[in-house]
């Protein structure tokens, strides 16, 4: 093991992921850190400039291959910016049956995230399969979790990953009430997974870390927001949709070409489960109310490192809204609405399973796209966990080396960043000065 030294530089080397490379960097100087660096090389997609001159039908299927975990958020967040451009509003049938939609990839990709990448920090075990070893019961309810929420996409959106099912003003066909309810037998199983979850992860052992964090999520006033609310935020923020880009500014740091994020000229900002628990905790079904409050939650989390019990309970909710919209299933009638272009600007804002995922189309006279604009959640939490990162340290630097960059990868895990990035992290490197 590397000891401790009152000057030193900790090298994080590449951190995959799927929105780019990147690494850390802490220099301390005099027992004090100096400096602290989350550097993302996020390779240009080019995404949004490909995007510009397409028909204006195309962003739901063009976008989804953005994520393979969280496909439908951008298909969503798509419609939803396309359909506010074009004026239409689609009917209540439609919206209940895209909800239904995203309940199933909070499933699968929460369960991912709980189960296969960060579970294993809190039990100690290197990745999955060596913890599957003394785990194989959780491990496996996880993975049948995951399934679960892979079954509802798929039925939904036509496949698991990448659904084709999902157009502008609806779908392309909507599922039979016999095949829903053929599913709901399953999410009986998973809710009470589900739950059992919840309990599991509430007896992890957590650093002691809170922050006041500026929270920033939707919030609905009848229902948890997935598809629909104001922009809201913990320190008074309360705008529509559409203003997004009047409070939320974006801009490049020396060290990284991943944009940063900020509120209306202040500090980072928090977005994800923790603040759309923060800001909408009293809508949660009353199970997975019941769940949190037996988990120690209380009415606002600021500790990073729970935000695995704060996901555990979305995940219970998520199954308890799926089995909700099943049992209230009316099948639309047309699949989807008619959406003709004019031209125009749209914006839309869902909330992902790691926060707000926000699109924003310009159409022409011709039905083309003038101009596209995409912030995904993680880009927004980029400067939060860089700032946490250096208060996160800062106590810890009489660690050995190998300790600290064990609890950093941890602590980067806490904020769900992505399935690559967890899974082949940091590779670390101590110069002493």
Excluded at 59 to 69: M, N
Excluded at 93 to 104: N, T
Excluded at 119 to 131: I, R
Excluded at 142 to 167: F, Q, S, T, W
Aim: include cysteine; aromatic fraction near 8%.
């Amino acid at each position: 093991m590397t000891p401790p030294g009152s000057d030193r530089t900790l090298r994080v080397g590449t951190l995959a992921r799927v929105e780019g490379e990147g690494g850390m960097l802490v220099r301390v100087h005099d027992g004090e850190v100096a400096e602290v660096r989350l550097d993302i090389f996020e390779p240009p997609r080019f995404f949004e400039a490909f995007l510009r001159g397409r028909r204006f039908t195309e962003p739901p299927d063009i976008t989804a291959r953005i994520c393979g975990i969280c496909p439908v958020a951008y298909q969503m967040s798509a419609c939803q910016a396309l359909e506010a451009a074009c004026g239409v509003v689609v009917p209540d049938a439609v919206q209940a049956l895209r909800r239904l939609l995203y309940c199933g990839e909070w499933i699968e990709s929460h369960a991912l995230h709980i189960y296969l990448l960060h579970a294993p920090d809190f039990l100690g075990y290197d990745g999955v399969l060596d913890m599957s070893r003394a785990h194989r019961t959780a491990v496996e309810r996880g993975l049948r979790l995951k399934r679960v929420g892979n079954e509802i996409i798929e039925l939904v959106g036509g496949r698991a990953i990448h659904p084709i099912n999902v157009r502008l003003g609806g779908f392309f066909s909507v599922p039979r009430p016999d095949d829903l309810r053929a599913l709901a037998a399953r999410l009986r199983w998973a809710r009470d997974a589900a739950l059992e979850t919840v309990r599991w992860v509430a007896g992890f052992d957590f650093p002691d870390f809170e922050q006041d964090y500026e929270f920033v999520a939707l919030r609905h006033p009848t229902e948890y927001p997935i598809l629909a609310g104001r922009l809201a935020s913990s320190r008074g923020l309360d705008a529509e949709v559409a203003d997004f880009e009047e409070h939320v500014a974006e801009h490049h740091v020396p060290h990284s070409t991943a944009l940063h994020a900020r509120l209306d000229g202040r500090s980072p900002y928090l977005a994800g489960p923790l603040a759309r628990y923060a800001l909408n905790a009293e809508r949660l079904s009353p199970l997975a109310r019941d769940a949190a409050t037996d988990a120690g939650l209380g009415t606002v989390c600021r500790n990073p490192f729970r935000s695995i019990v704060v996901r555990a309970v979305e995940v219970l909710y998520a199954c308890d809204e799926a089995l909700r919209l099943i049992e209230t299933y009316d099948p639309p009638h047309p699949a989807a609405v008619g959406v003709e272009p004019r031209a125009g600007r749209g914006s839309g804002i869902t909330e992902a399973p790691r926060g707000l995922l926000y699109h924003r189309y310009d159409i022409g006279d011709d039905g083309l796209l003038t101009d596209a604009r995409i912030v995904p959640p993680t880009s927004q939490n980029q400067a939060q966990i860089e700032d946490d990162l250096r208060r996160f340290v800062s106590p810890r630097l009489d660690l050995d080396t190998e300790e600290l960059t064990r609890r950093c990868e941890q602590a980067i895990r806490s904020y769900d960043p992505c399935i690559s990035c967890a899974t082949h992290f940091l590779t670390l490197r101590l110069e002493r000065s």
